[in-house]
């Protein structure tokens, strides 16, 4: 039975055990100038300390028109390497492997950041306005800004990247019907259209080498699960190594039914992955686990490989020691507020808990 202080080898970069920290972006961290500050070292810094075996470092933009946010962390020049060599030391340093996740919103962006751009002119953040569809020379100098961003994260010294190919974002737009409607190789079947993001994978390869470890989080009902996982497997014949599964931008599968056991339909998804790609690729899942109880249920019955936290994580990291030595910790309490981004007023409530 594999348990969750088992350690696990993805590609060459070994987790001392089976959590990993989702990737939960703090808006209220970076400045304007996208630079890793103090506070995200520190974040990170803590939630190693507490066991966290891999590490998956907030969406990063790789230019400055693909942000949520003007206050978004990003790596889309040198000058930001440096801030992301530290959150990566202070990772390593207390035994957590590292990754980024390098993202771009394309029809998502914020307009005081730069235009909607995507596969297809199709409606943005405001319906009246539609997207500019890429060209194919635009596709291809923004493939080179994912690698060229997966090239800096090799410098800073992270253990890899993943690519954000879910909720929304511009490559989830590229596998998505309902924003993909190109009739050009970009387009039209799922070969087609995983191919935007094979290729950046692909690209990364050659430049990072053999040894980088690339993973993707991707869509796990687009628009049904054997389609999302069809496209997953482009992903993996192009050198992916790892699958983190969450949700994108159609959600509902009716053949997606959920596990006997209380998990919701995103924690699902990431199962159904892991019984087609079973030692072939690890795979995680994520979403509303919050227990210890969970989290050995998902490992140990080995319905995934990892096991994804992010609001549990945030609100205290000491889950990571409750599922792994039984330590006291304090529960999420699922409320809405950590994920209101920008200008959020209140505190996590668990983590003014464990304050006291
Ligand atoms: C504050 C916050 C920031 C997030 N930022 C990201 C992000 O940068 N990249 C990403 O893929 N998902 C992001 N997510 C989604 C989480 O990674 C995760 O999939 C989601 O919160 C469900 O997991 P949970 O129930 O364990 O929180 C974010 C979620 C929250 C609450």
């Not at 961003?149 to 974002?169: E, P, T």
Request: aromatic share 8%; with cysteine.
């Amino acid at each position: 039975m594999t348990r969750v202080n088992d350690p696990i080898v993805i590609n060459q970069t070994k987790l001392r055990n089976r959590l990993t920290m989702a990737p939960t972006v703090k808006f209220d961290y970076a400045g304007a100038d996208g630079k890793a500050t103090e506070k995200h070292i520190e974040h990170y810094r803590e939630r190693a300390a507490h066991g966290c075996g891999l590490i998956c470092v907030e969406a990063t933009a790789i230019a400055p028109g693909g942000r949520f946010w003007k206050n978004h962390m990003g790596l889309w020049e040198d000058a930001q390497i440096e801030g992301h060599q530290e959150i990566v030391k202070a990772c390593h340093e207390n035994g957590a492997a590292v990754i980024l996740q390098i993202n771009h919103t394309g029809i998502t962006s914020n307009p005081d950041c730069g235009p909607a751009i995507g596969p297809s002119a199709v409606p943005t953040r405001d319906p009246s306005v539609l997207s500019k569809e890429m060209t194919i020379d635009e596709i291809h100098e923004m493939q080179t800004l994912f690698a060229d961003a997966a090239v800096r994260a090799k410098k800073a010294g992270y253990d890899g990247i993943q690519l954000h190919g879910c909720h929304g974002y511009l490559i989830n737009q590229f596998i998505s019907k309902k924003t993909n409607l190109r009739s050009d190789e970009y387009g039209g079947s799922d070969e087609n259209r995983a191919r935007f993001a094979a290729e950046i994978i692909r690209e990364i390869r050659n430049r990072c080498g053999e040894e980088f470890l690339i993973s993707v989080r991707t869509a796990g009902v687009e628009p049904d699960v054997a389609t999302a996982i069809a496209v997953a497997e482009e992903y993996v014949k192009a050198g992916c190594d790892y699958l983190q599964v969450s949700t994108g931008i159609e959600w509902e599968d009716p053949t997606l039914t959920e596990h006997e056991a209380p998990y919701n339909l995103i924690c699902e998804m990431g199962i159904r992955f892991h019984e087609y790609f079973r030692d072939r690729v690890p795979v995680s899942c994520v979403n509303s686990i919050f227990t210890p109880e969970q989290i050995k249920y998902l490992i140990e019955n080995e319905l995934v490989d990892t096991v994804d936290l992010g609001r549990a994580i945030l609100a205290d990291p000491a889950i990571c020691e409750a599922a792994l030595e039984d330590a006291p910790y304090v529960k999420c309490f699922d409320c809405p507020r950590c994920q209101y981004g920008p200008g959020m007023v209140h505190k996590c409530p668990a983590e003014t808990r464990r304050m006291q």
